[in-house]
């Protein structure tokens, strides 16, 4: 028997192109006297802001968006904190007080990490090699009651929450280029340790360039034999997180996104509608070279092959 709202799966190349939010929202706002889309799932990075600035009329659309009653949740591959998150977008000019909440890679990384619940969690030891950020920030471990080591032999799972340094047994943060991360990589494998990897993104918009993210690591790893335990989008994880927030039905819910892979593709396997913003990271992919510009519907459906991930709508910015 279907969920009592069961998402109908269609034609997976065929998807309505839109200017703008407003016709979906205000279209599917209500359905049998109910409301429709009781939440919005709203990746962060390329669809609401670029890291240094928001989109052009990315704070009035939420302010729209929130206007129907909507609930609004910001789901994110972010190795930091839920809370770091809703401080980086308070600093944007965002208003906090919009959203119902924040969920991310590195929250759920963390939840995992300090409950020890999940049987594989609770299957790792406590020694790891940590790969983190050093420009960016390191991120802080405290309170999971783990030991970061920096000689392989002495570690029992590696933590990836960023690209561009080693953790240290005294917090501190070593940076190595990619290259090196990857030698470490090889050794960890040969020992056939697992990963966790903290964000899954491969690669993320920073002021219209794209950075390297731990997911590539976690790609890189899994091409050498080792075991990757994937903590965000496309696993469902962080889509049932983000439904369990708030309280809604998958299909009463619309996820939207930059990343064909990520973003697109878990919401396929979540059974939620999406929205596919290709002025993010594909945007070079696509041919696009200016914010808002319309993107050739066939070159859409090349990249929606390629990843084997269809949106259900396309948009060329998060705009009214």
Known sequence: MLPKCSVQSSDPQFFQSLNGLRQLAETHRFKSGDVCVQAWLLDQFGVLHDGKQPYPGAISTL???ATTGAKLVIISNSSRRASVTM?????????PSIFAGAITSGELTHQYLQRRDDAWFAALGRSCIHMTWSDRGAISL????LQVVENVEEAEFILAHGTEALGLPTGAACPLDLEDLEKILERCAAKK???????????????????????????KYEKLGGEVRWMGKPDKIIYKSAIDMVGVEPCDSIAVGDSIHHDIKGANVAGIQSAFIT????????????????ADLSSVKTLASKYDAYPSYVLPAFTW
Do not use: Q, W
Request: proline content about 5%; hydrophobic content about 45%; aromatic content about 6%.
């Open 63 to 65: 302010e729209k968006l």
């Open 87 to 95: 401080e980086k977008i308070k600093s944007l000019g965002f208003d």
């Open 142 to 145: 405290e309170g999971l009651g």
């Open 193 to 219: 340790i697992p990963m966790v990897v903290a964000n899954p993104d491969y690669v993320t918009v920073e002021a219209r360039a794209l950075r390297v993210m731990p997911g590539a690591l976690a790609s």
């Open 279 to 294: 002025g993010g990271i594909h945007a070079t992919e696509l041919g696009l070279s200016s914010f808002g510009e319309v």
